[in-house]
């Protein structure tokens, strides 16, 4: 057991096995999103960027996909819109609400986002093989799709 490990991580449960990946691609994507000239957006502002519509998402929307309250995503949705990677716009199905938009800075951000992903992806192939690599997208892919669809099933 390393030392400060969680219970979890000793036990190898199963958040804890798809959270330590998780966590090292966030460090890594959101170190590198500095590096790329946008210091200011930090990991959590990633619920943002993980949940929004290219046409646009309301607020209460974006707070559903990530599981928070709405007061908590319109913070992340309002410092992003101060730094200029989102605008707010007219929902044109409800004049009264409006949609978070990304803007040519947050499609630049977004961009970026994907790209450092994936060039992270290429480093795990290249650690655990191609091969191996394969295989576990293969059956994440599987398990998400299984996991969806049993929470639709209730």
């Not at 502002?45 to 309301?58: E, L, N, Q």
């Amino acid at each position: 057991m390393r030392s400060g490990q969680s219970v979890t991580e000793e036990l190898h449960t199963l958040g804890a096995l798809l959270r330590t990946p998780l966590d090292a691609l966030l460090d890594h994507v959101f170190a590198e999103l500095a590096q790329a000239g946008f210091p200011e957006v930090r990991r959590a502002h990633g619920a943002v960027f993980r949940h929004i519509s290219r046409d646009g998402t309301r607020i209460t929307v974006l707070a559903e996909r990530a599981h928070m309250t709405k007061q908590s995503m319109a913070e992340l949705v309002e410092y992003l819109r101060k730094r200029g990677y989102l605008e707010l716009v007219a929902d044109p199905t409800d004049g009264r609400a409006k949609l978070a938009k990304l803007s040519a800075r947050g499609w630049k951000v977004h961009d970026a986002l994907v790209r450092i992903s994936q060039g992270f992806e290429r480093q795990c192939a290249r650690g655990l093989g191609e091969e191996k690599w394969r295989q576990l997208r293969s059956l994440l892919r599987e398990f998400a799709a299984w996991s969806e669809q049993r929470g639709r099933a209730g």
